[in-house]
């Protein structure tokens, strides 16, 4: 599996923290000393995670030089669908790929990673030959905007990679890690709202809808600085990588304390720590995509460049990946 090609999308509107402040009772310094967030993107009239998820996805088509008809299969990694059957097809049909087989992936913060693996199964398998795979999140519709412990957190955005099937000697994924810890799901939610209605008789019904992003912050922080580099050394002993021949560090966006205390762990300098947190908050599914995305396009990170990457957060879940930056030009497996 090669990862040729990669995109991102936005929302317009842009939430500082001194703004937020006027809505709760916070500041600047607060936020910015706990998680290094400075502002976030919120979506806006006629933003939605179909509309970013296909502008993510259009972008990283263009970057590969694929044509829509080109793609077999289309992986849209959210917690936040437009609609609870599936928002996949909707960005199918938005980007014009008609030949693509196109689903949903959940896994919150850590399915645009688990996404990418899951992609690796179908190519390797022979089953597919390109996929797009996008994470996208609108987590600002789910959010408490009275709760400063949670609403400073979050923002909303896309992040698509384009992979295809290769030849071995191209292959870009290392390696990877999966796990999930479902006795801690309560750390973080975004649950049902239990709510009975009288149908008929003595019968009643669950009436749908979900209470607002639930966190306990402390918990969570411990799990990521404990797992997330726990994962990561299981990997790069698993493939027999130095941490020091590793050039970018890519990480779930969530506090910038997470990231620094990872990269700690394995001595790697601050400017190998890919981070865009300050500007965009936690997007959950898009945040390593879009900062993807974003090193790529600046020139950072360049073809042929290792990744070791973490996605972690609700579930409880994380994993890891370790990957090669291949970059357009890459040889198709029939090549």
Not at 10 to 27: F, G, K
Not at 242 to 249: E, H, I, N, S
Request: proline content about 4%.
């Amino acid at each position: 599996m090669a990862l040729v090609g990669c995109g991102r999308a936005l929302p317009a509107a842009s939430i500082s923290n001194d703004q937020l402040s006027e809505r709760v009772e916070t500041n600047d310094d607060w936020i910015r000393s706990r998680t290094g967030i400075a502002a976030r993107r919120v979506a806006g009239p006629g933003e939605t995670v179909t509309t970013l998820a296909a502008e993510a996805g259009r972008a990283a088509l263009d970057h590969a030089g694929w044509a829509p008809g080109e793609v077999d299969l289309i992986l849209l990694a959210t917690s936040s669908p437009d609609d609870l059957f599936g928002t996949a097809p909707r960005v199918q049909a938005a980007l014009g790929a008609s030949r693509a087989v196109a689903f949903d992936l959940t896994a919150a913060c850590s399915g645009f990673l688990f996404a990418l693996i899951t992609a690796a199964q179908y190519i390797r398998g022979g089953a597919m030959q390109r996929v797009l795979v996008i994470g996208a999140d609108q987590l600002s519709r789910w959010l408490d905007w009275d709760d400063r412990r949670t609403c400073v957190l979050f923002g909303d955005g896309a992040g698509a990679v384009a992979v295809q099937a290769c030849r071995p000697d191209d292959d870009g994924l290392l390696g990877f890690r999966m796990h999930s810890d479902g006795s801690r799901n309560a750390c973080l939610t975004l649950a049902q709202v239990d709510v009975r209605r009288p149908l008929l008789g003595g019968l009643s019904h669950q009436s749908g809808g979900f209470a607002p992003i639930h966190m306990n912050g402390q918990e969570v922080y411990k799990f990521a600085v404990r797992e997330v580099p726990a994962v990561l050394a299981e990997l790069l002993e698993a493939s027999g990588t130095d941490p020091a021949a590793v050039d970018w560090l890519l990480l779930h966006q969530a506090n910038q304390r997470i990231l620094d205390a990872v990269a700690e762990r394995f001595a790697m300098p601050a400017s190998k720590v890919l981070s865009n947190l300050a500007a965009y908050g936690n997007t959950s599914a898009a945040t390593i995509p879009l900062m993807l995305d974003e090193a790529v396009r600046d020139g950072r990170v360049g073809a042929g460049d290792l990744i070791a990457s973490s996605g972690f957060g609700a579930g409880l879940s994380w994993g890891a990946a370790l990957f090669r930056w291949s970059g357009p030009g890459t040889p198709p497996a029939d090549a």
